[in-house]
Every structure is written in C-alpha cells, then in structure tokens.
C-alpha cells in the first residue's frame, strides 16, 4: 500500500513537473542516471520538494575576485586551494563561492556599518592568529616556546570572545528593535480592525479603499 502511494505521488509530482516545463516553452532537465528507483525512495520526493539553496556558477571574474580576497587575509590558505583545486574541483569551487559571497557581504557592511566592518576584518585576523599559534604550539618542541605561544593564544581568544559579544548584543539589540516595531504595528492594525476589513472587502468586490489587508 506504501509503495502503491508513492508510485501516485512520483505520477502527480511528474505530471506538474511536465506541465510547468511545456508552460514556460523550455526543454526538459536531463535525467540523472545515478538517481535510486522512485517508486522505492520516499526521501528523494522529499529532496525534491524540499527548496535547494541558491548555487550560482562561479565566472574566472569571480575566481580572480574570490582568490585576492582570500590572498589578502589568509595567504598561507593559498596553498591549500590549489592543492584542493587538483584533486577535488567540485569541492574547489564550492569552498571559492562562499569565499566570494564573504567577499560580497564585507562589501555591503563597510557601505552600511563601518564600525562592525572593522570589528569583523579584527575578527578574522585574530581567528588567522589562533590558528597560528596553536599550529606552532603543537609542533613546537622548546617547552618555554610553547608556553609562550600558550600565553598569546589565551590573549587571542580572549579578544576574539569579546569582539564576538559585542556582535551579539549588536544582533540582540536589532532584534529587540524589530520585535518593538512588529508590536506596533500589530497595535495599530488593532486599532484599525473594522477599517482594515473593510479595506479588503472593497478590494475583493472592485471597489476603492484607503486601508490595506496585509
């Protein structure tokens, strides 16, 4: 009965599928032969409705782009991409996207916070930092060395804790400033209940109506 109702679904799921394609005047998506059975894969339907996170193809602009940005704050992760690049591309590339959208979104926060932009590029060099230091600390073989590497690692962290509370109480605060307007409005569309209905009735009969439903 189970495999009776997934074989119905997998038909309807198909049937939308062709009508949406041949409605829009655009070729069918080549099938991928590595797909399991569909009458036997209830999690693949779920796959399949579930919405898939935005990918975009990476240009050689991009790559370029992507690349000095990671040059620029990590050169030493330099090395590890081209290795990455030669044996796993797919893995290269998807690692390079997000390097370019971290790119995009720094961009955007110098333009629209500059003092969080400058917290966030301090962020980023004490996390190069740690990772330094607890690399030398575990390879280093001079105790007092490695004590001192110890001592600076604390102070790195430390700061990387405060530095990461400040940007918490930054998003606290937006949130509570969101919620208070979302209060308000929710207050005011009580107030204006009967005018408010009234305003949808009006649109959904033709009329005109100076209140909106949403």
Same mark, same amino acid.
């Given at each position: 009965?189970?495999? @009776?109702? %997934?074989? /119905?679904?997998?038909?309807?799921?198909?049937?939308?599928?062709?009508?949406?394609?041949? *409605?829009?005047? %655009? !070729?069918?998506?080549?099938?991928?032969?590595?797909?399991?059975?569909? $009458?036997?894969? !209830?999690?693949?339907?779920?796959?399949?409705?579930?919405? =898939?996170?935005?990918?975009?193809?990476?240009?050689?602009?991009?790559? @370029?782009?992507?690349?000095?940005?990671? +040059? =620029?704050?990590?050169?030493? *992760?330099?090395?590890?991409?081209?290795?990455?690049?030669?044996?796993? !591309?797919?893995?290269?590339?998807?690692?390079? #996207? =997000?390097?370019?959208?971290?790119?995009?979104?720094?961009?955007?926060?110098?333009?629209?916070?500059?003092?969080?932009?400058?917290?966030?590029?301090?962020?980023?060099?004490?996390?190069?930092?740690? #990772?330094?230091?607890?690399? $030398?600390?575990?390879?280093?073989?001079?105790?007092?060395?490695?004590?001192?590497?110890?001592?600076?690692?604390?102070?790195?962290?430390?700061?990387?804790?405060?530095?990461? &509370? /400040?940007?918490? =109480?930054? &998003?606290? @605060?937006?949130?509570? +400033?969101?919620?208070?307007?979302?209060?308000? %409005?929710?207050?005011?569309?009580?107030?204006?209940?009967?005018?408010?209905?009234?305003?949808?009735?009006?649109?959904?009969?033709?009329?005109?109506?100076?209140?909106?439903?949403?």
């Amino acid at each position: 009965m189970k495999n @009776k109702l %997934t074989a /119905i679904l997998w038909m309807a799921l198909s049937v939308a599928l062709l009508d949406s394609t041949f *409605a829009q005047d %655009t !070729p069918l998506p080549p099938v991928k032969k590595d797909l399991p059975p569909r $009458g036997n894969d !209830p999690l693949l339907m779920q796959k399949l409705l579930t919405p =898939q996170p935005e990918i975009f193809e990476l240009t050689p602009e991009m790559e @370029k782009e992507a690349l000095a940005y990671l +040059a =620029q704050r990590d050169p030493r *992760a330099l090395d590890e991409f081209n290795k990455i690049k030669g044996i796993n !591309p797919r893995i290269y590339n998807e690692r390079l #996207r =997000q390097i370019w959208k971290e790119r995009q979104r720094l961009e955007d926060l110098q333009k629209d916070d500059p003092v969080r932009y400058e917290r966030e590029l301090k962020i980023r060099d004490l996390e190069r930092q740690s #990772r330094e230091l607890s690399e $030398g600390y575990r390879k280093g073989q001079d105790e007092a060395a490695r004590r001192a590497m110890r001592a600076n690692l604390s102070n790195v962290i430390a700061q990387l804790f405060d530095l990461r &509370e /400040i940007n918490r =109480q930054d &998003e606290v @605060k937006r949130l509570e +400033a969101e919620l208070r307007r979302l209060k308000e %409005t929710l207050d005011q569309r009580q107030k204006n209940r009967a005018g408010i209905i009234e305003r949808r009735i009006q649109q959904l009969t033709g009329e005109a109506g100076a209140m909106e439903w949403e």
